[in-house]
């Protein structure tokens, strides 16, 4: 099977609802259903396949088009979350708000120490807490970046690293707290990966840095 027959099986898999069992905030370690376990393994032996000399022990995995991220470790499922990535889809040139795809690792881990809300500019605390919107009447023009920061840079060159019209870091494509959270599990947001403050605060504290992210647009 080559690779893109490979990637097409596996994105029919996901998309035909096998992994539709990982509901938001499942504990996946009890191995709730074989096609659970099934569909880890379809994900690793594709990546295993794409980058060969990839240590993909444990990894972040996120879906845009079913607008989930899932944390992988040792072969199991740990996690699954509900997100929130760009409004315009996919892709990798500077200023297109899209959502960069391919393989990055976690380079910072920004704001342990941040109440949840609390606002960044420029990867920095300022001091300001966002009033966190649950309800779906209200929206906000504003694309405010709170509670932690985990940055993301690219590791495939002419894709998602070197010239910095397409460059994930450059491009300062994150996963990041939002207080838009009435839009998560819908494309939304400037480009990032949006989780809600609790949801992001656990994967902070799940993942070291440099775990491998993939992000893929399926």
Known sequence: ?????????FCLFVCN??????????????KSSSSSNATVEFLLDYLSIKYPDVNFEEIIYVGIKRQELYYIKKGQLVKSYHISSSADGAGNVFGSKKTQIGLHKIKKKI???VPIGGIFEGKKFIGKIANINKDN???SKKDEIVTRILTLQGQEEGINKG???IDSYHRRIYIHGTPEEHLIGQPASHGCIRMTSEDVIELFDFVPLGINVIILNN
């Open 1 to 9: 099977m080559t690779l893109s027959t490979f990637y097409l099986a």
């Open 163 to 165: 010239n910095k019209n």
């Open 17 to 30: 609802g096998n992994l539709y069992p990982f509901s938001n905030n499942v504990k996946l370690n009890n």
């Open 111 to 113: 704001g342990e120490e």
């Open 137 to 139: 009447h209200l929206h």
